[in-house]
């Protein structure tokens, strides 16, 4: 990584919440704590499975929350708040590890390089930055997400927002999701319909490096 990206890294958390604390009807299952990830391990930095995010962020966030319970929906967060040392174990794996154990479930049609060229991982994310969430729908009634046509973290056109051979239903249940999203000041991703970034970010130029931990936040 360049020395000016290096400068632009800070571990300062005093701009966070949790967001278990700030919107508890928000359900969580943080994937890179876990080894169901398109690597196959926890990923570095992850020390709890929780999401965090800027204050700004999570007030958003909590606006949307808020909308999608009153129409029977609640949102599921997969990732929140990516140190930058997690964006690292990425790219290392990218170029240095051979392990494509994954590969069936989350890129099969794709090379591991690949996954850079076309921007489905990035080597400085905006994650980092603290504003940027990876959610889905939860239908109230069944307990179970909607169908977005691709789960989570499937890189290919398919996870496009604007793709459209998928079923009605799929494509209705990604754009309810984006239009909520949109609305409460949040800008999508276009190759990835589970990812959103606060629109007006209150760290634009800074990537945050302390370990995604709850506890961290109070120390």
């Known amino acids: 990584m360049s020395a000016d990206f290096e400068k632009k ?10 967001l278990a604390d700030f919107v508890p009807s928000i359900v969580q299952e943080i994937r890179y704590h876990s080894t169901y990830n398109f690597i196959g391990d926890r990923i570095d930095g992850y020390e709890e ?4 995010l800027t204050i700004e962020a999570a ?15 609640r949102l599921k967060v997969f990732d929140a708040y990516r140190p930058a040392t997690a964006v690292r174990h990425f790219v290392l794996w990218g170029i240095e590890d051979t392990d494509i154990r994954m590969k069936p479930y989350f890129y099969p049609n794709l090379q591991k390089t690949e996954l850079f060229e076309k921007g489905y991982i990035a080597k400085q994310s905006s994650h980092s930055r603290g504003s940027a969430v990876d959610l889905t729908l939860l239908d109230m009634k069944t307990g179970k997400e909607l169908d977005m046509g691709s789960p989570f973290d499937f ?65």
């Not at 209705?172 to 909520?180: A, E, G, P, V």
Request: with cysteine; charged share 20%; proline share 7%.
């Open 9 to 18: 890294v800070i571990m300062d958390p005093s701009g966070f919440v949790s």
């Open 49 to 52: 499975p929780c999401a965090l």
């Open 59 to 73: 007030r958003a966030l909590k606006n949307a929350a808020n909308e999608m319970n009153v129409r029977g929906y």
């Open 155 to 219: 890189f290919g056109e398919v996870s496009h927002h604007d793709y459209k051979d998928i079923t009605p239903e799929q494509f209705n249940n990604r754009m309810m999701l984006q239009q909520c999203m949109v609305r409460n000041g949040f800008a999508p991703l276009d190759c990835e319909w589970w990812h959103f970034m606060l629109a007006d970010e209150p760290y634009p130029d800074t990537y945050f490096d302390f370990p995604v931990s709850a506890a961290y936040l109070k120390k």
